[in-house]
């Protein structure tokens, strides 16, 4: 076994400890606004064919019902404010007011070249939680893809952040075009002492051109990524370096690794990577209210807040399983994500594309066999 007693037991009781706090939080997602300034190469945000922000009183009227809804179950409701950038929504202020007169907290993802001191010192004073900012790679390959957001600004934006007393997470957005560069970047991100690091897989998602060959990589791609940062953090957990392990397939890799016993946890309801399973919806910038704000070329998951529907994934994980993961031994923590299936597919009950369980894969030693 190439990984220390400690560190198993590290994992596991990371692991369990998330499952034990999934009652305790209510989260939405609020896309505030599609207007962005960078139009990075990758995203397409600027091709949707419908644009704008959402209307704040009625984003209001979400987030009192959420608030009472989470009032109802003896849990803290969680607010992420997202876009486009949505510190651009014409009344972003106004907006942060009402969540700190409503206790409500808070973070924001968002982009370093439009968080400037004031708006810092803002989100500080106004009870956010912290932000999280996309790197796309080293310098040069982060500034040819990311607009008006440098990696000086990243970097600069993040520590000040950071000085202001906000947790900051980097998240990794990894395809083809992108995928050397940021294997070379752990021992930066570990200087860098984020509060945390994510990652996720480029993919079309209903919005990228046809053509955007660069989001695909490949499953065997993907689990040697993944794989590469395990070690990593093996390597410099007790440095400081942490992983949210937030994407589905950490579950799959971790069990592999011999790091995750899963028995414990069965039958118990949960998701270990993304929150779609659990008591958590989207309100996109029309102001619906969603399961998924990834999914939102499926009409028939758009609800109306008169509906009440305000637990979304019980009702819609029926269709958001896929009947090829359903079969899958990891099927209650991981499900894939439908989100990449349905965009690389065309359905959503294929299983993820990007998902090596059940497909073979190269499995070379690695830098911990060799330490």
């Known amino acids: 076994m190439p990984y220390d007693q400690a560190y198993q037991a590290h994992i596991q009781h990371l692991f369990a400890q998330r499952i034990a706090a999934y009652p305790k939080s209510v989260l939405l997602e609020c896309e505030l606004t599609t207007r962005c300034l960078n139009n990075c190469s990758y995203c397409g945000a600027d091709i949707r064919e419908e644009k704008g922000e959402v209307d704040l009183d ?9 608030a009472a809804y989470a009032k109802e179950k003896g849990s803290d409701l969680r607010v992420i404010l997202v876009g486009g950038d949505p510190v651009l929504h014409g009344r972003f202020d106004e907006l942060l007011g009402f969540l700190a007169a409503n206790g409500i907290r808070y973070g924001v993802k968002g982009n370093a070249s439009t968080l400037s ?63 050397d560069s940021l294997r070379r970047l752990p021992p930066f991100l570990h200087a860098m002492n984020l509060n945390a690091i994510t990652e996720g897989r480029v993919g079309k998602l209903g919005r990228l051109a046809k053509d955007a060959t660069f989001t695909d990589i490949t499953y065997q791609e993907w689990r040697d990524f993944l794989l590469d940062l395990l070690h990593f953090h093996h390597r410099h957990w007790r440095q400081g370096f942490t992983l949210a392990f937030r994407d589905k397939l950490w579950v799959p890799l971790l069990v592999e690794e011999g790091l995750l016993d899963l028995e414990p946890f069965r039958g118990n309801g949960i998701r270990l990577g993304c929150d779609l399973a659990g ?38 994980m029926g269709s958001t ?42 499995r070379c030693k690695s830098p911990v066999d060799m330490e």
């Open 58 to 66: 009625l984003l209001s009227r979400h987030l009192r019902a959420y």
């Open 117 to 179: 001191r004031k708006r810092l010192e803002r989100l500080k004073e106004t009870g956010c939680m912290g932000v999280k900012l996309t790197c796309y790679g080293e310098a040069e390959v982060h500034d040819a893809h990311r607009g008006f957001d440098t990696f000086n600004l990243l970097v600069t934006r993040s520590r000040l952040a950071r000085a202001l007393g906000l947790a900051v997470i980097w998240h990794l957005s990894v395809s083809k075009e992108n995928l």
């Open 279 to 316: 008591d958590m919806a989207t309100v996109d910038f029309r102001g619906y209210l969603k399961s998924c704000g990834l999914l939102e070329a499926v009409s028939k998951w758009y609800f109306t807040l008169g509906e009440r529907t305000v637990f979304l994934a019980k009702e819609t």
């Open 321 to 362: 399983t896929g009947a090829a993961c359903s079969r899958c031994l990891y099927h209650d923590f991981c499900r894939g994500c439908r989100a990449i299936t349905l965009a690389n597919t065309g359905r959503i009950d294929e299983q993820d594309p990007h998902c090596w369980v059940n497909r073979p894969v190269v």
